[in-house]
């Protein structure tokens, strides 16, 4: 596109093609004429592509199965030219009577057949609308199925295209394993989760695993501690089908496919958009504080993967970096994946721009760690209307003697001295291209604020607010706990490293990278001038590049050929980095499919999310002291119960926990999700919870 490489297509496979075309169109804004010329076929065979792959997705795409025509009865033409004239689309006319799409045009362009079929349709209007009376009842019988654990009828109405998801039905069951997960259910019913799902995704077009419940899927493995998709394989499908109100679940091949479809639709941004506002609605940002962090999400596959530091590991891995945004207490917002492993003062402005679309009554802070401390990056911070507090990152020595002695509070924790504050002048610094700083002459004013730590060292506030008493910048930074702990929770308890699938993406050609063959000159060069201070006793810093030949000359014997060697070599390397540029494109790199990943870490931050408004009804029962509710959470999802469908009621009966205490929370937590009255997602049940044998 323009001379950029996109995208590499087989061009034998048709349904990828199609699929290429539909995805200029929808992501590149490539007018519809010029796709058609450069496919060679109509610009009405292009505009349903488009449609195709917006109702269906991939799917829709894949050749029509080839065969014996199929004979059209009378019933089923005058059927056609009904929901025609009712101006249904040829997509869903076809679906519904069974018939290809190229049967309906050619029932629908058929004039003399039009000219017999119509007058009938005219005469016998009472009997149309008799017909369809008996095709919404027998719809009705198959979404209201006589046994709620045979769902074969509504398997067979979705694939004749007559249904779009399997309604949520539920038989009586006892000793149904993980019915605690209800609780995360009835929490979830009070968010705009599935109502975001719906908005953002549609359907899957005629299935019986809609997007609902592959959603519902994806939440349920996430609560219940499966941590993986591939891990449904050795949990019993027919006992997470009864929470989820089907025969059984989704096979990890039928998961798989599904959010293969999901993914292609790329709407995975727009979701955690429409999940960031729903979390802030009522709440709202007391002062716009907003944390920033990064976290690596590790590759373990063939594919030429970018390698980045994992602060998780400790070491180098392959893998793609993915910027956090998160509230003060936690609460995760927004997700903005890197297709390089950007740092992340080239990130931030792009996490601004998104943060004020959520905020945007108020003046966004973000506040990170040394990763984007820089200069030009509080620069563009500033000009882009956002405030910033971070560490100092190469900050100058104080006096001690400029703090006063007065003891100061700060997050609960006790100082010997007050802080101690300063304006500062940054120098904002560029890049010559050649690995070299130059200054700019322009600087970021900013305020330094000084804490004196127990221990006698100084930890180095910068910012550029000066509204705020010292006491609060030094409290909102040390609050980044909070976003550490979300990670380390995500972690442990999601499996948050593990990603939903190894398939990679070619890397966008207008990213660059440190070139290696660089990198390894100046490491190489490195040694050799380490050497030769080592020979000549004296220091690195100490011994300038134009008196190494100088040097050398004084020197004979085994000590002047060994530096005489390492003088030529270094004048080769010098010379080789000269020719070689610092960086190079990343083209030939793969990337992790940033869709599918976002997906993930969509569900797996409404799961964190959700489990915390139970931790909130467990706090105001539980009389503990060591912060543990989301540990009582994690046990009550696990917990056993009996399930009892009766008359819109949908009553979960949960067994007692393993102490009167716990049982206790337990009835509470119980009774406030009674009392809210929340429906099971899809269906028009409400959910109902109680403790067995609890007086």
């Known amino acids: 596109l323009d001379g950029t490489l996109l995208y590499n297509i087989d061009l034998d496979d048709n349904t990828y093609c199609r699929w290429l075309a539909a995805q200029l169109y929808v992501s590149h804004h ?30 829709g795409l894949e050749d029509e199965k080839q065969g014996r025509p199929v004979k059209v009865d009378q019933q089923r033409r005058r059927r056609v030219f009904q929901m025609r004239a009712n101006g249904e689309k040829v997509n869903d006319i076809s ?12 029932i629908l362009s058929a004039n003399d057949e039009v000219q017999e079929v119509l007058p009938g349709l005219e005469e016998s209007s009472q009997h149309t609308e008799q017909q369809e009376e008996d095709l919404s009842e027998e719809f009705s019988e198959r979404s209201q199925p006589a046994d709620p654990l045979d769902r074969s009828e509504d398997r067979a109405a979705a694939a004749a295209g007559l249904i779009q998801e399997a309604e949520p039905v539920f038989a009586e069951s006892e000793h149904v394993e993980g019915a605690g997960a209800f609780l995360a259910i009835a929490a979830l019913g009070r968010s705009g989760f599935f109502q975001a799902v719906q908005r953002v995704y549609g359907s899957f077009g005629a299935a019986f695993y809609g997007v609902r ?10 609560v219940l501690r499966i941590k993986n998709p591939e891990r449904m394989n050795t949990h019993p499908s027919l006992k997470l089908g009864r929470i989820l109100g089907l025969d ?22 727009n979701l955690m958009n429409l999940l960031a506002k729903d979390r802030l609605q009522g709440k709202g940002v007391p002062d716009g504080v907003l944390f920033v962090d990064g976290h690596v999400q590790c590759y373990y596959g063939r ?54 679309k959520l905020c945007p009554d108020r003046r966004i802070t973000l506040v990170f760690d040394r990763g984007g401390a820089d200069a030009a990056s509080y620069e563009r911070l500033l000009h882009l209307g956002c405030d910033f507090i971070a560490y100092h990152k190469n900050p100058q020595a104080v006096d001690p003697s400029v703090f006063t002695e007065e003891p100061t509070v700060i997050n609960n924790r006790q100082y010997d001295y007050a802080p101690y504050e300063r304006d500062i002048e940054l120098p904002v610094y560029t890049g010559n291209g050649k690995g070299r700083r130059r200054k700019t002459g322009r600087t970021v004013p900013a305020r330094e ?40 929770y995500m972690i442990g308890t999601y499996d948050f490293d593990h990603i939903y699938t190894y398939r990679t993406e070619n890397v966008p050609p207008d990213i660059d990278h440190p070139n290696p063959e660089y990198t390894q000159l100046e490491k190489q060069q490195k040694r050799i001038r380490q050497r030769i201070a080592a020979i000549l006793g004296k220091k690195l810093d100490s011994i300038a590049d134009n008196d190494i030949d100088e040097l050398t000359d004084l020197h004979s014997g085994k000590k002047g050929k060994e530096l005489k060697s390492l003088s030529e070599t270094l004048k080769a390397v010098r010379k080789a980095l000269k020719k070689t540029p610092k ?53 009550f999802l696990k917990t056993t119960g009996s399930i009892k469908p009766e008359n819109g009621l949908l009553r979960i009966t949960l067994q007692q926990q393993a102490t009167p205490q716990q049982t206790r929370v337990l009835k509470h937590v119980c009774d406030e999700l009674t009392v809210m009255a929340v429906k099971y997602p899809g269906s028009d049940k409400r959910m109902v919870f109680e403790v067995a044998d609890y007086e």
């Open 583 to 635: 960086r190079e494109t990343a083209a030939h790199y793969r990337m992790l499919e940033p869709e599918t990943r976002m997906i993930g870490n969509a569900v797996k931050s409404t799961a964190w999310h959700t489990e915390g408004l139970l931790a909130e009804l467990v706090r105001h029962a539980w009389n503990g002291v060591n912060g543990n509710e989301r540990g009582i959470v994690e046990g």
């Open 449 to 488: 604020i000084v804490v004196r730590r127990t221990d006698g060292g100084n930890t180095h506030i910068i910012t550029s607010r000066r509204d705020l008493p010292a006491t609060k910048i030094c409290s909102i930074l040390f609050s980044r706990w909070t976003q550490e702990n979300f990670f380390k």
């Open 303 to 356: 594919s030429k993967v970018g390698q980045v530091y994992s602060a998780t590991k400790s070491k180098v891995v392959k893998g793609n970096t993915d910027y956090w945004v998160n509230r003060g207490d936690g609460t995760p917002l927004l997700c903005i994946p890197t297709p390089f492993n950007d740092r992340m003062s080239k990130v931030l402005p792009a996490i601004v721009r998104k943060a004020q």
């Open 248 to 269: 059984r679940a989704p096979a990890v091949k039928t998961l798989r496919s599904k959010m293969k479809v999901l993914a292609a639709r790329r709407q995975a941004a």
């Open 30 to 59: 490539v007018p519809q004429p010029e796709i058609a010329s450069a496919w060679g076929v109509s610009r009405r065979v292009v505009n349903m592509w488009i449609a195709r792959f917006r109702e269906h997705g991939l799917n």
């Open 95 to 106: 679906r519904q009577t069974r018939l290809s799409n190229r049967s309906v045009w050619r």
């Open 213 to 222: 419940s592959i959603f519902m899927t994806l939440f349920l493995i996430t």
